[in-house]
């Protein structure tokens, strides 16, 4: 599997970003996919996971009610859609794909695949 993240970009707070994650490989779509981010200085951080169905999602409490997760099997894409940003959400974005653990998987050990990361700046 590999994924190619985009999307990202510079934005206001209060402004709306939406990435994308395409994926390759058969098994793309048989996997939870999730998405995390990192700050300057910072750990990386979950941000929302999405079934492999794309039927339930979760969401890290910093950005639920903000950000919602869905998917398009047929397309192999994920998508981030984000909301009312703020300059706190300014972080490289990474998705990623897997099966290890168990559902909704926060942590970053229990996906096999990652994206190359998308910049998000919210400016103030």
């Known amino acids: 599997v590999q994924l190619q993240a985009s999307g990202g970009g510079l934005v206001q707070a209060g402004g709306s970003l939406r990435l994308s994650c395409a994926g390759s490989g058969r098994t793309f779509s048989r996997f939870t996919t999730g998405w995390f981010r990192q700050a300057p200085g910072k750990e990386r951080e979950f941000v929302g996971s999405?079934?492999?169905?794309?039927?339930?999602?979760y969401y890290a409490d910093s950005v639920k009610g903000r950000f919602t997760i869905s998917r398009d099997n047929a397309k192999n894409t994920v998508y981030l859609q984000m909301n009312s940003l703020k300059p706190e959400d300014t972080a490289v974005y990474y998705c990623?794909?897997?099966?290890?653990?168990?559902?909704?998987?926060?942590?970053?050990?229990?996906?096999?695949?990652w994206g190359q990361g998308t910049q998000v700046t919210v400016s103030s």
């Open positions: 999405i079934s492999a169905s794309g039927g339930t999602s």
């Open positions: 990623a794909s897997g099966i290890r653990g168990s559902w909704p998987r926060t942590n970053d050990w229990e996906y096999d695949y």
